[in-house]
């Protein structure tokens, strides 16, 4: 089905300036002090001599489209990708896309499916417009890649399934895999190109190991960097750390060093189990460098081992050793860096290589007790959970918190000085608090389990990362049952019914709600009951079952009066007022929203006292009073303003936007459904931003311009159809029916037949509803096609 994100070409409001695509620059930094590998770079350079054109630029379409850097662990396949990437950038001028798969990381990998929203994100995508659906979202990537030349690199792919659906779908892209497979079923299928790495040749890893060492240590001899290299098999990865503990020690001769790693090179091969010459070449240098550590930093070391997510901050690795103090923690991070043990990612971002991240991981085994352990994947568990809640504190103030145990003395969370500050964190840690969450599922700590998703449900529900939310509340539900909490169980299925509710998935939503409900009666939770309903009643008023809706409501609102919740009475008196006037019983309306407007200005509730006048500006239009609608509707406008809530604003343009129509201010209303699209957008709300589009149609027919009303009716019933929001799509498709009689009133373009089978259409899909302003319009339609 085509999707409105999808059409692009001859669509404009009024006095639109589009700005040009986003061009992501992804790419991690060069890689420091490299050298070797030219004949592997002169070979990648030829995928791109093969695809140049004769004036020398990239032509039309690269030698292949995939390739696949293939070789052991620590062999370089990463550094070579970067490098290379580095000194083409200028060949792929409409950016770079870079993923860490973590195929073979201890903990599980990135999904297709969470590498595909990554990609869409930054390709300017909101959250909200990323299908759910696997397949539907690679089609929108190769779509978004198609006709640019971008450089996409997918570093540590386990299998050909996680690396297909990140494919560019056309010539003029490339992607380059780096495995430790060779991936074939890419080179059979896709055409992928293969180069595999091998170990360095001796004069190669002495090159290496000098780069590092030369400025620290210009006495050692060539024999003695040919043993060393010999030891470490020749892998970058162990050349490098070896040569980060040379450099560091300049004044202890490479004969000591080389004897003490041949040493632990015999330790290691009797405790190893006939692995490969290399992967124990590798532990062995990694066992070398760690027992060189300082005792402070190399416990810090094995307890990075316990973070449940692949990169972390220096306050998470503090909490970790129980909490140090940040700067001592800094420090401790800088000498693992400078022992090549961890990488510095960004600033206060850091991560292990895979191979060194499960090495941690298995020092804290042997290293520390059970109790250490737990005590300490506990703490950080607990300081993600508490800094979540005061990251939500600012990121959505407006709902309530879930009531916590004190994280405990020792534990200070993260704080936030202002909104900006707390979204960047949640920003910087989204995949460790869904990493955190399935650790804590995993290590039995169910409370954990289903709290952290619960305080997170009111930073979801505005931003919407559907996937995330989905799964982290899917854990928090198991964990809830598994304590037998019902408390807590309903806590999730209303948030999952929110989720689904959200990504218009209105029948499954409905059963979570209705689960949520159960769990509520079965306590005794009379407030979590009503809330439950008035939940139920907006799924049945988001699907135009309105009766229903309304039955809801008013059980919703007799629970709040009896338990004096006078700010969800005042909400649902504002849900009665809109589901009274989509009834069409206009006086009804009015009455429930003058209340409703009363209530939340007592109350100083502005949020609710907005909604209330765009309610009231609908019913003011409904009477004819449009420039009380209009007045209405401004100071709906001015109370988003003021709270720069973006949320409200681009929901209340909408009703601006109709009643600037309405007192024939045509060019405002344009202006005002551009706003309310482009808002709509970027909370990735399709359904509200296909309604833009449609008051724009509306207004564009006002103007005397069917050809750009049929445009903008097009593209809105399209996103309705996609959405099965039969009522929204019967209403454009009426718009879009009689924008083409009027085009072809104007100037004979034989549009009227097209024009019948689109009101053909919205008879149809007005079949299913009997409210009075459905039976109104399909008497209307009905009498157009009888013309």
Known sequence: MVQARDISGGIHFHGDSRPDSPKPRQLPGDI??????????????????????????????????????????????????????????????????????????????????????????????????????????????????????????????????????????????????????????????????????????????VALLSAVTAAYRPQDNRDQLVELARLCARLPLALRIAAERAASRPRMGLDDLIRDLRDESVLWEALSVGDDEEAEAVRTVF???????????????????????????????????????????????DVLVGAHLLEQTAPDRYEFHDLLRAYAADQVRQEESPESREAALRRVLVWYLHSADAAQTWINSQEAHIPLDP????????????????MRWYEAERGNLLAATRAAEEAGLDVIAWQLPAVLRSVHMLLNPFEEWLAMSRIGLRAARRLGDRTAEAELLESLGMACTQSHRLSEGAEYHQGALAARRETGDRLGEA???????????????????????????????????????????????????????TEEASGFVERALAMHRELGNQGGEGNALRILSAVQRDRGQAEEAL????AALDIARTHRNHMWEGYWLLELGRAQRANGELDAALVSFQRAASLQRRLGDQAREARAWHGAGETYRRLGRPGEAADFHRRAAAVHRELDDL??????????????????????????????????EALRALASYDDPRAVTLRERVSAALAQ
């Open 407 to 422: 994280p405990g003395d020792d534990l200070t969370p993260a704080s936030f000085a202002d909104y900006e500050e707390a």
């Open 631 to 634: 007045r209405s509707a401004e």
């Open 32 to 205: 420091r002090g490299f050298v070797n590998r030219g004949e592997e770079l002169g070979r990648l350079d030829a995928l791109l001599a093969d695809g140049e054109g004769e004036t020398g630029g990239l032509g039309e379409a690269l030698a292949v489209s995939v390739c696949v850097l293939a070789g052991t662990a620590g062999v370089g396949k990463t550094s070579l990708a970067l490098r290379w990437a580095h000194r083409t950038l200028a060949r792929f001028p409409d950016g770079q896309l870079y993923v860490n798969l973590r195929g073979y990381d201890p903990g599980a990998p990135i999904t297709p499916q969470e590498a595909l929203h990554r990609f869409l994100s930054t390709l300017g995508v909101p959250a909200g417009a990323i299908p759910a659906d696997p397949e539907a979202g690679a089609a929108l990537y190769r779509s978004l890649l198609a006709g640019r030349r971008m450089l996409v690199i997918l570093d540590n792919a386990a299998t050909v399934g996680q690396v297909r659906p990140l494919l560019p779908g056309t010539a003029g892209s490339l992607a380059l895999v780096t495995s430790r497979s060779r991936l074939s079923g890419l080179a059979v299928r896709d055409g992928a190109h293969t180069l595999t790495l091998g170990t360095l040749d001796e004069p190669e890893a």
């Open 727 to 760: 009522w929204h799509a019967a209403l454009a498709l009426d718009g879009l029916a009689g924008a083409l009689r009027e085009a072809d009133e104007g100037d004979g373009t034989g549009a009227a037949e097209e024009a019948r089978r689109h009101w053909a």
């Open 531 to 585: 809330l439950s309903l008035n939940d139920i009643g907006l799924i049945h008023l988001r699907g135009r079952r309105l009766e229903e809706a309304k039955d809801q409501f008013e059980q919703a609102a007799a629970r709040f009066q009896e338990l004096g919740a006078a700010q969800w009475q005042a909400v649902v008196t504002s849900n009665l007022a809109e589901v009274t006037y989509e009834l069409a019983r």
């Open 287 to 333: 066992a070398w460098s760690y027992r060189a550590l300082p005792t402070d930093a190399a416990r810090l070391f094995r307890l990075l081992g316990l973070h449940p997510g692949a990169e972390f901050g220096a306050a998470a690795a503090g909490v970790l050793d129980g909490g140090v103090g940040i700067g001592r923690v800094r420090h401790l991070l």
